[in-house]
């Protein structure tokens, strides 16, 4: 059996909208949300069901990168409880003046939002979860 790991790359709200699509449901831990401001990179560690493949008992592992991240900002979110598990629910983008506001959109009202200056994602699947 072939392993099919996926990379997506967005720099346009197409591409936004299927790594959100890829991405809806996910599982998020807080240990596994990044941001390394001095390389304005927002990483955050994923484990999503592949429906890409038409695989929906197929759980992966997957990192999504954000590049040109200038500031992060949470809402709802307890980050010093780095074991509780958020659930993704989308990502999605408003354009302010000269700058994208990259919304993280989890379960129970708690969001991150990113401001970059361009659409800049990345999805990169790690290794399939056996279960």
Same mark, same amino acid.
């Given at each position: +059996?072939s392993k099919?790991?996926a990379?997506?790359?967005?720099?346009?709200q197409e591409?936004l909208q +299927?790594i959100?699509?890829?991405s809806?449901?996910a599982k998020?831990?807080?240990a596994?949300?990044?941001?390394l401001a001095?390389?304005?990179v927002?990483? +955050?560690?994923?484990?999503?069901?592949?429906?890409?493949t038409?695989q929906?008992?197929k759980?992966i592992n997957?990192?999504c990168r954000?590049?040109?991240i200038?500031?992060?900002r949470?809402?709802?979110?307890?980050?010093?409880n780095?074991? +509780?598990?958020?659930?993704?629910?989308?990502i999605d983008?408003?354009k302010?003046n000269?700058?994208y506001?990259i919304?993280?959109?989890?379960?129970?009202?708690?969001y991150i939002a990113?401001?970059?200056e361009?659409?800049e994602?990345?999805?990169?699947?790690?290794?399939?979860i056996?279960?």
């Open positions: +059996m099919y790991l990379k997506i790359i967005a720099s346009d591409g +299927m959100s699509a890829c809806a449901g998020v831990k807080i596994g949300i990044k941001y001095s390389n304005k927002f990483l +955050m560690s994923i484990e999503r069901t592949k429906i890409e038409n929906e008992n759980n997957s990192i954000f590049d040109f200038e500031k992060v949470s809402k709802n979110i307890d980050q010093s780095q074991e +509780m598990i958020l659930e993704l629910i989308g983008y408003l302010n000269d700058d506001e919304n993280l959109i989890f379960n129970n009202n708690a990113l401001t970059s361009t659409i994602v990345r999805l990169e699947d790690q290794n399939e056996n279960e």
